[in-house]
């Protein structure tokens, strides 16, 4: 069956639908990592998002479900070049056209994604359709594929519930000494962030969220995690104002990506939508303090202004090597620092994995 890709600008590819056949509109990003697909897929970081990849030939090793990042994907739509049928790997249970199916999740394959990557480049992030049938009223299409925008995304796929997990679940060794407690607020939380901090000794609670700073410090925690999360960090204001809260403990405090823009905004920084964003499993971060560089993995659209920093509050302590965004900061006279990367990455790197170390260590001497 033919499918089409209208882009905002008016541009159309054509190629072939895969998964479910259903229309949607979404924000369409582009992901140049080789592996990982399955991650991908099921990383909330994406919801609102239609995920363009760049590597020519997905799903050649099938779908592993221990890979899955989240309990079922959250992303609007999958745009490849060429989807293998065929899963060559002992651990394959499932066809990635079976998952997209079962998750009803649309798609297009056997476009030119160079060419769309190349147009999103230049032109910036823009908002797309995916449809199995030309709109008669063009016009009235593109009007509504402009006003499209990412809203409700945090909401949607945080945690219901309050949940408690200790070493052995999500796969981790369960003979691993309980030495440590950590609250995690759940912005878009992959599972392997938990599943860092457990394989650490640590037992972790997991809350939605706009859980209240009160309700959080009430089981006294030894650490706070801020995660992951897609969409806007200014979208989240009660979320913001609570932070504020967690601030003011003692607390130590690790963040990454969506929980990084939220306590910068929390402590009066700014935060800016970039041209398009960085998503991919091989950009270089440096360490400012050591000068080392990681290779991270990353996904995100918003970024953290440099300008707006408050000196007395926060200082610099990553930056990315291309293009010399601000990738992280060291809070000042507060055990916190907060990271737009993400150190707890599947498929990788694992360059900086460390960092949950360095969170372990801060817990202890506090």
Partial sequence: MEAYLI??????????????SKEVISEIVFNTSMTGYLEVL??????????VMTYPLIGNYGICREDMEAKASNTD???VRELARLGSNFRNEQSIQDFLLEQDIPGIEGIDTRALTKILREKGTMNGMITTQMPADMDAALAKIKEY????????????EIVSCKPGDLNTDSNILITKKVAILDVGSKFNIARCLLKRGCEVTIFPARTSAEEILAIHPDGIMLTNGPGDP???????ENLKKLYESDIPIFAICLGHQ????????????MHYGHRGANHPVKDVETGRVYISSQNHGYMVKEDSIPEDVAGVAFINVNDKTVEGLKYKNKKIFTVQFHPE??????DSEVLFDRFIKMMEEK
């Fill in 7 to 20: 882009l905002e600008d008016g541009t159309i590819f054509t190629g072939k639908s895969i998964g479910s």
């Fill in 42 to 51: 099921t990383d909330p970081s994406y919801a609102g998002q239609a995920v």
């Fill in 77 to 79: 739509a999958f745009i």
């Fill in 149 to 160: 925008k990412v809203l409700g995304v945090v909401d949607k796929v945080t945690t219901k």
């Fill in 234 to 240: 200014k979208d989240c204001p009660e979320v913001i």
């Fill in 262 to 273: 939220l306590m910068a905004l929390a402590t009066g920084c700014d935060t800016e939508k």
């Fill in 345 to 350: 990455a599947c498929a990788g790197p694992k």
